[in-house]
């Protein structure tokens, strides 16, 4: 089934939203710290492995390192880019649109945990990679692993911060969908 994996995100964020609001006030603060700590953790483990795949080598018994440059001006047009479009901007409107819209017009913490918890969802390497696999190859076992990551960092951010946090799952569909649309149909251009 084509773009799985975005379905699968953007379900599992929507869910956590729904069980956060509701069950989010028997979720213990050492409880949320713990399963804070522990996503972190799995992230972290991820990210490394994915960048060090990347960055290092063994070539004839010796550790290279290769395409550091490639991070650095990576990062740097990525902040350039998303300073001179203000996504930012976007995210903030988006997030009002969908407090109006939701029937949560009077709630003063929607758009913080709305904008936060889009932010944290949807900016990293786990959305970017696993959306253009989707797409090109129809793999969304990367996408399926960071879907339990958010389930547990939105639900946490739902009982702490409020429902705002849930309707993360939005741009997360917009996003990953873009992307994974975008490398599908760029896919017949690649090479092998």
Request: aromatic share 8%.
């Amino acid at each position: 089934m084509f773009a799985l994996g975005t379905i699968i995100n953007t379900v599992a964020i929507a869910l956590a939203g729904l069980l956060g609001s509701w069950f989010g006030h028997l979720l213990k603060e050492r409880h949320q710290s713990g399963l804070t700590v522990a996503s972190g953790i799995a992230v972290l483990f991820l990210g490394i492995s994915g960048s060090l795949e990347g960055l290092l080598a063994v070539a004839h018994g010796n550790l290279t390192g290769r395409n550091s440059m490639l991070l650095v001006i990576s990062l740097a047009l990525g902040t350039l880019i998303g300073e001179l479009l203000h996504i930012e901007g976007w995210f903030e409107r988006l997030g009002i649109w969908l407090r109006e819209k939701s029937g949560n017009s009077k709630d003063t913490h929607f758009i913080d945990a709305f904008l936060t918890a889009s932010l944290t969802v949807c900016i990293g390497a786990m959305a970017i990679i696993g959306s253009i696999q989707d797409g090109l190859t129809g793999d969304y076992r990367l996408l399926a692993i960071k879907s339990i990551l958010d389930f547990i960092i939105i639900l946490i951010m739902t009982s702490s911060l409020g429902k705002g946090a849930g309707f993360s799952a939005v741009p997360v569909f917009l996003f990953q969908g873009s992307l994974t649309v975008l490398a599908r149909l760029i896919e017949p251009l690649m090479t092998e």
